[in-house]
């Protein structure tokens, strides 16, 4: 039996057409696009297309407002830093506590150097309060940074009204939307939003592509300087092969964002309700009613994700786990202690991230799969009784520190 | 995923004494709810002898705390009490082939569960020394508690003198920017701001264990020399292990030592660094200067004058001088 692969907010399968699209680009029309030549001039022409395909999915006003970039990481620290070269005096930056690190890092180093950091909270449900936000928007604030769709639990931030808050407030608005594009349909040139980022490896192209989108008229200054490539806002040879993947990446998540609400979307629901139907003691986590279509993350509590990740493993299931045992202890991910979920349940928290090639079949193989590796493992827990967990767990095991 | 030993992965997914064990004469419990760490072993004593017959454990933890707890439970059934107590992380981790620097943390936590349950079982009180920071160091599994406390201890001040006294950075060198941070913190408690360009007041590195055993250096004979070697490859051999490698000592041509990389070490990004360390250990051993080569060179007459990476340091001119003359 094939494996089944349900990790797709961590990284997809590149397209075949989008490899097909490349292939040229490495063997035969390899030029540097900015030589005075014809090995150069075919790849011009194939990366203002990809620039055009990226524009079309993104909704934006003009494809000049296109930056390629290596990644989502750097679109996102490109964002931010240069909004502080831009605005000196302005020492602040709103975020949220449960970024991406590709942010929530940045901005903590950026709190060292001295910036005031104001990471908004979350509720039980990973869901912003907007009176906070809009207390918060001051004259200090050089940039807002609050991610679109959340990589863990789905969960979907109201960006829109946001960025129209920023701009009434004069602050530039930035948004990581590497989860949310080609999930959600977007349209920036209707929007307040400023900037935004993509990541090419999470829609069906390859890794180490990336986008920052820059609304025509903002203030900027480039992380890189050197050539002129990408009209100087950021220098280097352009990964041509790559742009020219994540062109064609762009243009089929066009054709399937209606796939994704719909087909993908029923797997995603029949995979939940099956799970939750069989396994006790399991929740979903963050805003259900607002989140990805792909998106299903549930808290199987008294475990450990590791563990489970592992059995499903061995049964050739790929999901991931928002506990990540590394260093001193088991520390469950900032979302989960964002949310306030219990570290008994946070740490058993699973995510099943979907797309567009999961099938029907898979899904039910899954269901079936995970309820005895659930109760498996709880046979093993000090929290769990012959039927259920243990009365007063915090009792029952009392253990010597804490 | 981490890159688990088969034996791991096998006492994972077949874990030995799962369960409570109903008639348990000692219990040791801990972690901690909070974190959701948590190891209950349960032992059955017999008072006669004092011998472990029989130990079982739960817990609430990843897989290298279920494979951790089944190995400690296997290891000391059997065995008397005090033998028992002697069991250390290190050969917990050692029975499983390994574990990775970042789990090392759950076989001292099976170490703690077994102090614990024996105290329980004497009917003592067991106090926890248990503290363990964030992991500072990946190479050699140092955490930020082991670091604040020898820099405190030892008035360190500078990354080099971190790394003579824990070993912390004396690697890839990709964690000194964390190891700064922390003696920014620890110094700032004294009132002393870090300085970064700080020369290091370590001239001598800490005598390392090794160093006890053998007498400094004096005039060996080939035969002590040789020996001596190998002792020392003996006293590193624990950390390639921790990788899953081995190095072993094939021929010693005056200063040139030639060495097979075995395991996870041979031929991996690391093998190149890792010699460059054994020949930096052994160079401060010997207190003369060492060229450690692979043995595969050991046909070319002209090898590899040194190896690449970042362990391997030229030698001061003195100690490359006085190797010629
Ligand atoms: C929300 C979010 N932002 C940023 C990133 C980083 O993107 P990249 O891997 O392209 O740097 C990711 C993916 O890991 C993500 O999920
Ligand atoms: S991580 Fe510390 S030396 Fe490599």
């Given at each position: 039996?094939?494996?089944?692969?349900l990790?797709?907010?961590?990284?997809?399968?590149?397209?075949?057409?989008?490899?097909?699209?490349?292939?040229?680009?490495?063997?035969?029309?390899?030029?540097?696009?900015?030589?005075?030549h014809?090995?150069?001039?075919?790849?011009?022409?194939?990366?203002?297309?990809?620039?055009?395909?990226?524009?079309?999915?993104?909704?934006?006003?003009?494809?000049?407002?296109?930056?390629?970039?290596?990644?989502?990481?750097?679109?996102?620290n490109?964002?931010i830093?240069?909004?502080l070269?831009?605005?000196?005096?302005r020492?602040?930056?709103?975020?949220?506590a449960?970024?991406?690190?590709?942010?929530?890092?940045?901005?903590?180093?950026?709190?060292?150097?001295?910036?005031?950091?104001?990471?908004?909270?979350?509720?039980?449900?990973?869901?912003?309060?907007?009176d906070?936000?809009?207390?918060?928007?001051t004259?200090?604030?050089?940039?807002?940074?609050?991610?679109?769709?959340?990589?863990?639990?789905?969960?979907?931030?109201?960006?829109?009204?946001?960025?129209?808050?920023?701009?009434?407030?004069?602050?530039?608005?930035?948004?990581?939307?590497v989860?949310?594009v080609?999930?959600?349909?977007?349209?920036?040139?209707?929007?307040?939003?400023?900037?935004?980022?993509?990541?090419?490896?999470?829609?069906?192209?390859?890794?180490?592509?990336?986008?920052?989108?820059?609304?025509?008229?903002?203030?900027?200054?480039?992380?890189?300087?050197?050539?002129?490539?990408?009209?100087?806002?950021?220098?280097?040879?352009?990964?041509?092969?790559?742009?020219?993947?994540?062109?064609?990446?762009?243009?089929l998540?066009?054709?399937?964002?209606?796939?994704?609400?719909?087909?993908?979307?029923?797997?995603?629901?029949?995979?939940?309700?099956?799970?939750?139907?069989?396994?006790?003691?399991?929740?979903?986590?963050?805003?259900?009613?607002?989140?990805?279509?792909?998106?299903?993350?549930?808290?199987?509590?008294y475990?450990?994700?590791?563990?489970?990740?592992?059995?499903?493993?061995?049964?050739?299931?790929?999901a991931?786990s928002?506990?990540?045992c590394?260093?001193g202890?088991?520390?469950?991910?900032?979302?989960?202690?964002?949310?306030?979920?219990?570290?008994?349940?946070?740490?058993?928290?699973i995510?099943?991230?979907?797309?567009?090639y999961?099938?029907?079949?898979?899904?039910?193989?899954?269901?079936?799969?995970?309820?005895?590796?659930?109760?498996?493992?709880?046979?093993?827990?000090?929290?769990?009784?012959?039927?259920?967990?243990?009365?007063?767990?915090?009792?029952?095991?009392?253990?010597?520190?804490? | 995923?981490?890159?688990?030993?088969?034996?791991?992965?096998?006492h994972f997914?077949?874990p030995?004494?799962?369960?409570a064990?109903?008639?348990?004469?000692?219990?040791?419990?801990?972690?901690?709810?909070?974190?959701?760490?948590?190891?209950?072993?349960?032992?059955?004593?017999?008072?006669e002898t004092?011998?472990?017959?029989?130990?079982?454990?739960?817990?609430?933890?990843?897989?290298?705390?279920?494979a951790?707890?089944?190995?400690?439970?296997?290891?000391?059934?059997?065995?008397?009490?005090?033998?028992?107590?002697?069991?250390?992380?290190q050969?917990?981790a050692?029975?499983?082939?390994?574990?990775?620097?970042?789990?090392?943390?759950?076989?001292?936590?099976?170490?703690?569960?077994?102090?614990?349950?024996?105290?329980?079982?004497?009917?003592?009180?067991?106090?926890?020394?248990?503290?363990?920071?964030?992991?500072?160091?990946?190479?050699?599994?140092?955490d930020?508690?082991?670091i604040?406390?020898?820099?405190?201890?030892?008035?360190?001040?500078?990354?080099?003198?971190?790394?003579?006294y824990?070993?912390?950075?004396?690697?890839?060198?990709a964690?000194?920017?964390?190891?700064?941070?922390?003696?920014t913190?620890?110094?700032?408690?004294?009132?002393?701001?870090?300085?970064?360009e700080?020369?290091?007041?370590?001239?001598?590195?800490?005598?390392?264990?090794?160093?006890?055993?053998?007498?400094?250096?004096?005039?060996?004979?080939?035969?002590?020399?040789?020996?001596?070697?190998e002792?020392?490859?003996?006293?590193?051999r624990?950390?390639?292990?921790?990788?899953?490698?081995?190095?072993?000592?094939v021929?010693?041509?005056?200063?040139?030592?030639?060495?097979?990389?075995?395991?996870?070490?041979?031929?991996?990004?690391?093998?190149?660094?890792?010699?460059?360390?054994?020949?930096?250990?052994?160079?401060?051993?010997?207190?003369?200067?060492?060229?450690?080569?692979?043995?595969?060179?050991?046909?070319?007459?002209?090898?590899?004058?040194?190896?690449?990476?970042?362990?391997?340091?030229?030698?001061?001119?003195?100690?490359?001088?006085?190797?010629h003359?």
């Amino acid at each position: 039996m094939a494996d089944i692969y349900l990790d797709n907010n961590a990284t997809t399968a590149c397209d075949a057409k989008v490899v097909e699209a490349m292939l040229p680009y490495f063997l035969e029309q390899f030029g540097n696009p900015s030589s005075m030549h014809s090995f150069g001039s075919g790849v011009g022409r194939a990366l203002s297309k990809a620039r055009k395909q990226v524009q079309a999915l993104l909704g934006a006003e003009h494809d000049s407002e296109i930056i390629f970039t290596s990644c989502g990481t750097e679109s996102d620290n490109t964002a931010i830093l240069s909004a502080l070269k831009c605005f000196p005096n302005r020492k602040e930056i709103i975020t949220t506590a449960v970024e991406h690190p590709a942010v929530l890092a940045l901005c903590t180093q950026l709190e060292k150097e001295g910036y005031t950091i104001h990471r908004l909270a979350v509720d039980g449900k990973g869901r912003l309060d907007l009176d906070e936000y809009k207390k918060l928007l001051t004259p200090n604030v050089a940039i807002v940074s609050v991610m679109w769709a959340n990589n863990e639990t789905g969960t979907l931030f109201p960006v829109l009204e946001m960025a129209e808050l920023a701009h009434a407030a004069d602050i530039q608005f930035h948004t990581d939307a590497v989860q949310a594009v080609g999930k959600v349909p977007i349209d920036l040139k209707n929007s307040n939003i400023d900037m935004l980022s993509v990541s090419g490896h999470k829609l069906h192209a390859p890794k180490g592509i990336g986008v920052l989108y820059l609304k025509r008229g903002v203030r900027f200054r480039p992380l890189f300087r050197g050539g002129h490539q990408e009209r100087g806002r950021r220098a280097g040879t352009e990964n041509a092969a790559s742009v020219i993947g994540l062109g064609q990446a762009c243009e089929l998540a066009q054709e399937h964002i209606e796939c994704e609400n719909v087909q993908v979307k029923a797997l995603r629901d029949r995979l939940e309700q099956g799970i939750l139907a069989q396994v006790p003691n399991c929740f979903v986590t963050g805003d259900a009613d607002h989140r990805l279509p792909n998106t299903c993350n549930i808290a199987f509590e008294y475990i450990e994700g590791e563990s489970i990740l592992m059995l499903l493993n061995k049964q050739g299931i790929a999901a991931s786990s928002g506990s990540a045992c590394t260093s001193g202890s088991l520390e469950p991910s900032h979302v989960m202690r964002a949310m306030g979920i219990p570290y008994t349940a946070a740490h058993g928290t699973i995510r099943f991230s979907l797309s567009r090639y999961n099938t029907q079949a898979e899904i039910d193989r899954v269901v079936a799969a995970v309820p005895p590796i659930i109760a498996d493992l709880r046979k093993m827990s000090p929290y769990w009784g012959e039927n259920g967990p243990v009365e007063e767990p915090g009792k029952a095991f009392a253990p010597v520190y804490a | 995923m981490w890159d688990y030993s088969e034996k791991v992965k096998e006492h994972f997914y077949n874990p030995r004494n799962v369960g409570a064990l109903p008639d348990a004469n000692g219990v040791g419990d801990v972690g901690s709810l909070n974190c959701g760490d948590a190891l209950r072993l349960s032992i059955k004593v017999n008072p006669e002898t004092e011998v472990i017959e029989a130990a079982t454990f739960q817990t609430f933890g990843c897989g290298s705390a279920i494979a951790s707890s089944s190995a400690l439970t296997e290891i000391i059934k059997g065995l008397p009490l005090d033998e028992a107590l002697k069991v250390s992380n290190q050969d917990i981790a050692d029975y499983l082939d390994g574990l990775p620097p970042e789990k090392m943390h759950c076989s001292v936590m099976g170490r703690e569960a077994l102090q614990a349950a024996v105290a329980n079982y004497r009917g003592v009180e067991w106090k926890d020394d248990h503290e363990e920071g964030a992991l500072i160091c990946k190479c050699f599994a140092v955490d930020a508690v082991m670091i604040e406390e020898t820099i405190r201890a030892n008035n360190l001040r500078t990354v080099q003198d971190v790394a003579h006294y824990t070993k912390a950075g004396g690697g890839c060198a990709a964690c000194h920017e964390g190891i700064e941070e922390v003696l920014t913190r620890v110094l700032a408690e004294q009132g002393i701001t870090f300085d970064p360009e700080a020369v290091s007041k370590v001239d001598q590195p800490e005598p390392l264990p090794i160093a006890a055993t053998i007498k400094p250096a004096g005039k060996l004979t080939t035969v002590q020399r040789i020996h001596r070697i190998e002792q020392i490859i003996d006293s590193i051999r624990p950390n390639l292990r921790m990788d899953g490698g081995d190095c072993e000592l094939v021929e010693v041509d005056g200063n040139i030592i030639y060495v097979n990389m075995v395991g996870a070490c041979a031929g991996c990004g690391m093998a190149a660094m890792t010699i460059g360390g054994i020949q930096q250990r052994l160079m401060e051993e010997l207190g003369e200067f060492i060229r450690v080569i692979p043995a595969e060179h050991m046909q070319h007459p002209h090898p590899n004058p040194l190896p690449r990476g970042e362990g391997a340091q030229r030698a001061p001119v003195e100690q490359r001088r006085a190797a010629h003359g």
